[in-house]
């Protein structure tokens, strides 16, 4: 009976022992989330390059990162802006970090925290630790515009806080974390984020990455560690370089994202020109706000001046399309003049009115004959 006892004993310390190793061991495999990929050489260095402005309200900044592809090595995911799952997540940026032997990558993911990133120093608010380019209140998101660069036309939301900027100039880019690269270790607060709840990249952001890995002119190996676009607004959207200009040599995006947004805001943009009188835009005759409505064809004004010949009769010419052979137009005998009456009388005509004078004048007396 004591053997069985001691025997029970011995079974449950084992499983406390195993349980306590796991709790110890949990924040450090959570910290490092999960392993996807390793390769047996670094990653390039970090390229420096200019942020484009966010372009939606709510949209959060995820950080460009090598990822890698079997058949032609490193690549170049840009950054870019991107809508959370919900309201209140975090991006925690993915990152290469170097252990037994091998440089391993670790997924980003959204969280209620920023977790550990491997101390990375990705710009625009990460700078290793945490994210200080802005903050959520209820289900509006704060942009901190001292270190992210936004929109403000439409993005309202801003704060500057420039006691997060680092004057200390950073030569090292390095994009990876381990010997040779930033050696960094989890902070509580970071260990603490690891055990959160998190949420997978969602899939616009996987088909970004997909898209990326498909365009030579983004992996290192073509480009020399300068990828043809470094970012874009959004995913899907405009493609820029390392100095911000359009990436012309890139087959990510739309190259004509401007010019598509401006076509939008125009309803016209897309309507060819026309001199049908269906079409909608041109004015009507009778209508009150026309300045033409109430003026007489040109044809038939008199003081014209691209009519200099009121009195042409436009069908004899040869070119007009109602008389291709040119034959003179019948003659038209003008309508007879009906006497207009004046002061309720009916004028008579010159002639009779000669007449009547005539008659009404007296006649001249003949002298007196000599003789009588």
Request: net charge positive; aromatic share 10%.
């Given at each position: 009976?004591?053997?069985?006892?001691k025997?029970?004993?011995?079974?449950i310390?084992?499983i406390?022992?195993?349980?306590?190793?796991?709790?110890?061991?949990?924040?450090?495999?959570?910290?490092?989330?999960?392993?996807?990929?390793?390769?047996?050489?670094?990653?390039p260095?970090l390229?420096v390059?200019?942020?484009?402005?966010?372009?939606?309200?709510?949209?959060?900044?995820?950080?460009?990162?090598?990822?890698?592809?079997?058949?032609?090595?490193?690549?170049w995911?840009?950054?870019?802006?991107?809508?959370?799952?919900?309201?209140?997540l975090?991006?925690?940026?993915?990152y290469?970090?170097?252990?037994?032997?091998?440089?391993?990558f670790?997924?980003?993911?959204?969280?209620?925290?920023?977790?550990?990133y491997?101390?990375?120093?990705?710009?625009?608010?990460?700078?290793?630790?945490?994210?200080?380019?802005?903050?959520?209140?209820?289900d509006?998101?704060?942009?901190?515009t001292?270190?992210?660069?936004?929109?403000?036309?439409?993005?309202?939301?801003?704060?500057?806080?420039?006691?997060?900027?680092?004057n200390?100039?950073?030569?090292?880019?390095?994009?990876f974390?381990?010997?040779?690269g930033?050696?960094?270790?989890?902070r509580?607060?970071?260990?603490?984020a690891?055990?959160?709840?998190?949420?997978?990249?969602?899939?616009?952001?996987?088909?970004?990455?997909q898209h990326a890995?498909?365009d030579?002119?983004?992996?290192?190996?073509?480009?020399?560690?300068?990828?043809?676009?470094?970012?874009?607004?959004?995913?899907?959207?405009?493609?820029?370089?390392?100095?911000?200009?359009?990436a012309?040599?890139?087959?990510?995006g739309?190259?004509?994202?401007?010019?598509?947004?401006?076509?939008?805001?125009?309803?016209?943009?897309?309507?060819?020109?026309?001199?049908?009188?269906?079409?909608?835009?041109?004015?009507k005759?009778?209508?009150?706000?026309?300045?033409?409505?109430?003026r007489?064809?040109?044809?038939?004004?008199?003081?014209n001046?691209?009519?200099?010949?009121?009195?042409?009769?436009?069908?004899?010419?040869?070119?007009?399309?109602?008389?291709?052979?040119?034959?003179?137009?019948?003659?038209v005998?003008?309508?007879?003049?009906?006497?207009?009456?004046?002061?309720?009388?009916?004028?008579?005509?010159?002639?009779?009115?000669?007449?009547?004078?005539?008659?009404?004048?007296?006649?001249?007396?003949?002298?007196?004959?000599?003789?009588?």
């Amino acid at each position: 009976m004591l053997i069985i006892i001691k025997t029970k004993m011995k079974k449950i310390g084992l499983i406390l022992t195993l349980i306590v190793a796991l709790f110890f061991a949990l924040p450090r495999a959570n910290a490092q989330v999960s392993i996807g990929v390793s390769v047996g050489f670094a990653p390039p260095a970090l390229p420096v390059y200019v942020q484009p402005a966010c372009p939606v309200d709510g949209y959060l900044w995820v950080p460009g990162y090598w990822a890698y592809d079997d058949a032609d090595g490193y690549y170049w995911v840009p950054g870019y802006w991107a809508a959370p799952p919900s309201f209140g997540l975090l991006w925690t940026p993915a990152y290469w970090g170097f252990e037994g032997g091998m440089y391993g990558f670790h997924a980003g993911y959204w969280g209620p925290h920023v977790g550990f990133y491997g101390g990375i120093n990705y710009g625009f608010g990460y700078g290793g630790v945490g994210f200080y380019g802005g903050a959520w209140e209820g289900d509006h998101f704060r942009y901190n515009t001292a270190v992210v660069n936004v929109n403000t036309t439409v993005i309202h939301n801003t704060y500057i806080d420039r006691s997060v900027i680092n004057n200390v100039t950073v030569n090292n880019h390095a994009s990876f974390n381990g010997p040779g690269g930033v050696t960094a270790q989890p902070r509580p607060e970071e260990l603490a984020a690891a055990r959160e709840q998190h949420v997978q990249p969602t899939t616009e952001q996987v088909t970004h990455q997909q898209h990326a890995s498909q365009d030579k002119s983004q992996f290192a190996k073509y480009n020399n560690g300068k990828p043809a676009a470094t970012a874009m607004d959004k995913v899907g959207g405009k493609p820029v370089d390392q100095e911000g200009h359009l990436a012309a040599n890139s087959k990510l995006g739309n190259q004509n994202a401007d010019a598509n947004k401006n076509m939008a805001n125009n309803p016209n943009a897309n309507r060819p020109p026309s001199n049908d009188q269906n079409n909608p835009d041109k004015p009507k005759p009778n209508e009150p706000n026309n300045p033409n409505a109430n003026r007489k064809p040109a044809s038939n004004d008199e003081n014209n001046p691209a009519n200099p010949n009121p009195n042409r009769n436009q069908v004899n010419e040869p070119n007009n399309p109602n008389n291709p052979n040119g034959n003179p137009a019948p003659t038209v005998k003008p309508a007879p003049v009906k006497p207009v009456p004046v002061n309720g009388q009916q004028r008579q005509p010159v002639r009779r009115q000669r007449r009547v004078q005539r008659r009404q004048q007296p006649k001249p007396q003949r002298p007196p004959q000599k003789g009588n």
